[in-house]
């Protein structure tokens, strides 16, 4: 029983494709979030959600929109793909404060 | 602007002995700070967190000490065990929202 799933694991595509990576997690947690992990291995937060609501949108393309249907879920649509895109995307989910439980992640190759 | 910092990219210890991670951070509205563990090709989890109010936080073999002053804190793994050999990072939050800054992450590798 994954806590935090993520699909798919790997993504290969190419420059100008859009494309989505899902996320659940069936913790019954509050808040949900999308970190980028890129050639340099620094994790920023991308995204936080709070009970459906974006709560944090860092400073991130427009390009890149989280939809959250419900609170175990919160999906990544990236539209017009650039090769800046490719890094590991993590989704991530907490109640409130506390720890964050992370999912697998997603390895996004644009070429 | 990088608010949480990790220095040092690697470090290798031999087996039973300490382990000591480091991390630093600039913003002093900081109040709560965890370390993560990542192994290759999955997500970081959870190892240990120390609230401000502390500055000693102890499970098992883990400890965290906190150092306000110095906006420092470290991780201490004793004995280091081979399956300890993973990325450690830090990352630090206020009271005031739901985002955690994370360090760039100390890659540890214990020597059998």
């Known amino acids: 029983d994954t806590a935090v799933s993520q699909t798919p694991k790997y993504l290969v595509t190419q420059m100008g494709n859009d494309k989505s990576i899902k996320c659940e997690q069936n913790?019954?947690?509050?808040?949900m979030y999308w970190y980028k992990q890129d050639s340099k291995k620094f994790l920023k937060i991308m995204f936080s959600?709070?009970?459906?609501?974006?709560?944090i949108n860092e400073t991130v393309p427009n390009r890149f929109s989280p939809k959250s249907p419900d609170k175990a879920h919160l999906n990544l649509h990236i539209n017009s793909l650039e090769l800046g895109d490719s890094a590991v995307y993590f989704c991530?989910?907490?109640?409130?404060?506390?720890?964050?439980?992370f999912g697998p992640g997603t390895r996004l190759t644009v070429t | 602007d990088q608010q949480v910092k990790q220095n040092s990219p690697s470090l290798s210890v031999q087996e039973g002995r300490i382990s000591i991670l480091n991390c630093d951070y600039t913003?002093?509205?900081?109040?709560?700070f965890l370390w993560y563990k990542k192994y290759p090709a999955e997500g970081p989890t959870f190892l240990i967190s120390?609230?401000?109010?502390?500055d000693k936080n102890e499970d098992g073999r883990f400890t965290v000490f906190l150092n306000k002053s110095a906006k420092h804190l470290s991780l201490h793994i004793v004995p280091s065990q081979p399956g300890d050999s993973a990325v450690y990072f830090c990352?630090?939050?206020?009271?005031?929202?739901?985002?955690?800054?994370f360090g760039t992450g100390t890659s540890l590798t214990v020597i059998p």
């Open positions: 120390i609230s401000s109010i502390k």
């Open positions: 959600y709070n009970n459906k609501e974006l709560i």
């Open positions: 913003n002093s509205m900081f109040d709560y």
């Open positions: 990352a630090a939050s206020t009271n005031t929202g739901n985002q955690f800054y």
């Open positions: 991530a989910s907490s109640q409130s404060r506390a720890e964050q439980y």
């Open positions: 913790l019954g947690h509050d808040t």
